[in-house]
């Protein structure tokens, strides 16, 4: 797969530790042995807490944008649920 992000593409991020923001580009790869790859789109949808069926955009880029200006639904309904309860 080729890289797809604007950093040098030398860095990556351990599946052991917590994922960051996901960025309208694409900013987090996985380390697999001496392997680095981004992450796809889908599992920056699954990272996010959007479900499966949810529909991406087919290209890599518009994907990860869209998602990197989206708000996380488990977020969206945790804040909603508190403005409830708190009226």
């Known amino acids: 797969m080729p890289y797809y ?3 040098s593409g030398t860095t990556g991020r351990s599946l052991d530790r917590p994922i960051g923001t996901i960025t309208t580009l694409d ?3 996985v380390v ?3 392997r680095i ?3 796809s789109a889908d599992e920056c949808r699954a990272a996010m807490g ?3 069926e949810y529909k991406l ?3 890599h880029k ?3 944008h869209l998602l990197g200006n989206a708000v ?4 969206a309904r945790d804040i909603i649920n508190a403005i409830m309860e708190a009226a």
């Open 5 to 7: 992000g604007s950093g």
């Open 27 to 29: 900013r987090w790869a």
């Open 62 to 64: 518009t994907a990860v």
């Open 32 to 34: 697999d042995g001496d």
């Open 50 to 52: 959007f479900p499966r």
């Open 57 to 59: 955009p087919l290209q």
């Open 37 to 39: 790859r981004m992450l």
């Open 72 to 75: 996380c639904p488990p977020v």
